[in-house]
């Protein structure tokens, strides 16, 4: 038995043989993992985005576009993996930034309690202000929820998800303050 190139798997897989990306997969899956796991040091994230290595592998192998014939699958896969990846790392480091800007320093005196009160109180009444979509998705974003589950959720295209929470963010931002401002005004 002879073993079958990744380029020649590629082309039968371009004409419909699901067993050649089987043979793929199972030929570049642990090396792929191992590069992301060693990038994200998480287990669960890394299993996500070699499933996403893969999953573009398939859409491309199937499609018109194809990789070429003569190019190096697995390097196609490691790039892939780290561009992945890198994009993984950096929207972790915003989510911490942001959420450690949120999120005040513990403290247990009974000003600081009323502070995050109120804090929680103009999240949620500029939050309560947004179109519901809008809202929705940030909430969604919030609780960790992929682009994709997001779209499917909205019922929006996965395209103009990263859009619609910009825009969504830029008005809570502005909703946010204004309350912010209102409650100083009233002081």
């Given amino acids: 038995m ?9 082309e039968r897989m371009a004409q419909g043989d699901t067993t050649s990306f ?21 287990r669960g994230e890394a299993e996500d985005l070699a499933q996403e290595v893969f999953v573009r592998l398939h859409a491309r192998g199937r499609s018109a576009r194809s990789i070429l014939p003569d190019e190096n699958v697995g390097g196609w896969l490691y790039r892939v993996a780290m561009n992945l990846g890198y994009n993984a790392l950096r929207d972790r480091s915003r ?30 009444a500029a939050l309560a202000r947004l179109p519901e979509r809008q809202a929705l998705l940030l909430l969604l974003r ?18 103009s998800v990263g859009t619609l929470l910009a825009r969504g963010a830029a008005a809570f931002r502005r909703e946010y303050l204004a309350l912010a401002g209102e409650e100083e005004g009233r002081e």
């Fill in 2 to 10: 002879t073993l079958l190139s990744d380029s020649r798997l590629l």
């Fill in 22 to 42: 089987d043979v793929l997969f199972y030929r570049h899956y642990d090396r792929v993992y191992g590069l992301l796991f060693r990038l994200m040091g998480e």
């Fill in 95 to 124: 989510r911490w930034a942001r959420d450690t800007h949120l999120v005040p320093e513990p403290d247990a005196g009974v000003e600081s309690q009323v502070d995050d009160r109120a804090e929680r109180a103009r999240v949620r």
């Fill in 142 to 159: 919030q609780m960790n929820f992929s682009y994709t589950e997001c779209a499917a959720i909205c019922e929006v295209s996965p395209g």
